[in-house]
């Protein structure tokens, strides 16, 4: 690729390109913290299972939810839109799981995007439609022909 070509990806990605750094130049970006998940193994008294134990007798060690094992999500933040401003991480949300927990794994949230459960919603949002129109049918259904 010519210094040019790398130049033009390189804001395209929201980066800064330094022309001076290796034979094509060297492209830098800015992320963020935008989440923090760690997921911990415990074990229970009389080594019961997670669902059955009352009393943790250790923690087993931590793990990151996100792929790789890496407990921060980044978001990109385009170098050319960055001010004097400070980043606070004050809003940045901390989840603890457990190693056994599904959630994990449904969810997606190992992925290098975090996962995205909007789906989930939709389906929600249509199963109560469907709910509700057969409930109406139903009624219809009882006052036409039942009731009668």
Known sequence: MSKKT??????????LYVPD?????????????????VKVGLTFEDFLDAREGEIVTDVKDAQ??????NPALYKKVPIDKVTAK?????????????????YAVFSGIDKDDGGDLS??????V???????????????YYSCYIAK
């Not at 940045?92 to 927990?101: A, F, H, T």
């Not at 109560?128 to 009624?139: E, P, Q, V, Y």
């Open 6 to 15: 790398c130049e033009l990806d390189c804001k395209l990605e929201g980066g």
């Open 21 to 37: 750094e290796g034979p094509n130049g060297a492209c830098y970006e800015l992320k963020i913290v935008h989440k923090l998940c």
């Open 64 to 69: 990151g939810c996100y792929a790789k094992g």
């Open 86 to 102: 400070t980043f606070t991480f004050d809003q940045i949300p901390l989840e603890v799981r457990s190693q056994e927990d599904p």
């Open 119 to 124: 789906w989930l919603f939709w389906l929600s």
């Open 126 to 140: 249509i199963s109560l439609a469907t709910a509700g129109l057969l409930m109406i049918t139903m009624a219809v």
